[in-house]
């Protein structure tokens, strides 16, 4: 990520921005670490073998060593619940975090803790703004809406296709920064680089590098497999030649249709609002070219949680699709933003942030990552499950900011603290009774 200045009456005028659609590279990754003989996805593997010291690199916080049996929906037995309406005291609570800066953020909690007593704050929840990268949920929801669609009894069908397809980049991928992470199983080496053409990998690895490294590259791909998914049916994956032709000869009209019946249609279908979370557009230049969208991209904290609420219900398409959703929003290897709070070490962490700034030249301000003067957005969808010291919390946070002149990244990981010591001051640790008396059957 880099910052734009403005120089010139000329250009202030124009105001030209420059998007930064995705996080940091290389600084998340998502799916549990046990999880390659099931999905294939090789960097899952990586990581495996770095937390079991077979080879060297960082290894997991204590919160990101579940397996893949653990990561589940946490509301299955909870599917006619909605949004509740917003707790007022719980709310300020959460509100007076915000201080002086509060109307530039939108913020909403859900806490799930107790499962029969739910508890909502929000503030400012219908707050929209471009949310970035994640966007890129709603690029997981349309593919497994077309792969529920095409085979809706057979998820072992499913399964080979996410795990057998195998994707080959081509110019949908250009346009990117970011790196991805390729690891090599036979000589366990890890490669960081930036996706080119003709890198292969399979349907699971490009969502997962979308994900987790939050490539652009790997999220145009999965658009492109989303759309042919769609267009092709059961006869998905045609042959490279036929891709090739579809998107050169198919009407850019016709595009655009399929584009958002593949990623607008989804949205509605599972009980969201498209007016308050859209992904409007390709993440490459050379997408966009190829496939004009539907228009502007946004979201709202308040769409954001009820988008996490009905994956964890198992809402999210079906049970099946949400449960692989939210393995790959697992947070398997190094924290940013909202998740690096260091207050959330112990606790299992599925995350999604995306940010976009701007700057100008201004007397005194320097620009930097994250810190634009003309625009600032940073945005972080999280769930939080801490299980630790007698202590149960589970909750969701999406918090969406444009404060000028701050670090936003920072600012994002102090308030993910003071919002989980909140969560730990409303759900103390549980004190166990001390054991009866062996002799009276009393206790002492």
Known sequence: PYCHYERGSEMNIRLALLLLLAGTPVLTGAYPIDGYPETGIRR????????????????????????????????????????????????????????GNAGR?????????????????????????????????????????????????????RTRVLKDTRVIADEFSRGDHHKIRVFDVETQTLNRRIMKDGDQGSLWEYLDWMLSASANSAAAMTMREAMLLRQYGKNYPPPEDEIQRFFKE?????????????????????GLDLEQLRQGSFFTRTGKQK???????????????????????????DEYSSRQIKRLLYMTERRIRYASSPALRDSAVYFKSGSLYSCKEE???????????????????????????????????????????VNSAVDHQTLGTRIHRIME????????????????????
């Open 105 to 157: 953020y939108g913020l909403a909690v859900l806490d799930i803790s107790d499962p029969d007593n739910h508890r909502y704050a929000e503030h400012r929840g219908d707050f929209r703004q471009n949310v970035g990268s994640v966007g890129k949920l709603l690029v997981a929801l349309g593919l497994f809406q077309a792969l529920a669609d095409t085979w809706p009894d057979d998820l072992d069908k």
């Open 425 to 444: 001051r409303a759900h103390p640790v549980s004190v166990p009774e001390p054991p009866a008396s062996t002799e009276t059957g009393v206790r002492p």
């Open 291 to 317: 496939v004009p969208g539907g228009g502007n991209s946004y979201g709202t904290a308040r769409e954001l949680v009820k988008f996490t609420l009905r994956m964890e219900q198992g809402r999210l398409v």
């Open 250 to 270: 198919t009407p850019k009209q016709e595009l655009t249709a399929l584009f958002q019946q593949t990623f607008f249609e989804p949205v509605t279908r599972n």
């Open 44 to 99: 899952v593997e990586g990581e495996r073998l770095i937390d079991e010291g077979v080879i060297k690199g960082r290894q997991q916080p204590a919160g990101a060593r579940l397996t893949t049996a653990e990561v589940d929906l946490r509301l299955l037995d909870h599917k006619d619940m909605e949004l509740p309406a917003p707790d007022p005291a719980f709310t300020r609570q959460i509100a007076k975090l915000l201080g």
């Open 363 to 405: 007397p005194d301000f320097k620009c930097g990552k994250y810190m634009g003067n003309v625009k600032n957005y940073m945005n972080s969808l999280a769930i939080i499950e801490t299980n630790t010291g007698g202590r149960r919390l589970d909750y969701i946070a999406a918090l969406i900011s444009n404060v000028l002149r």
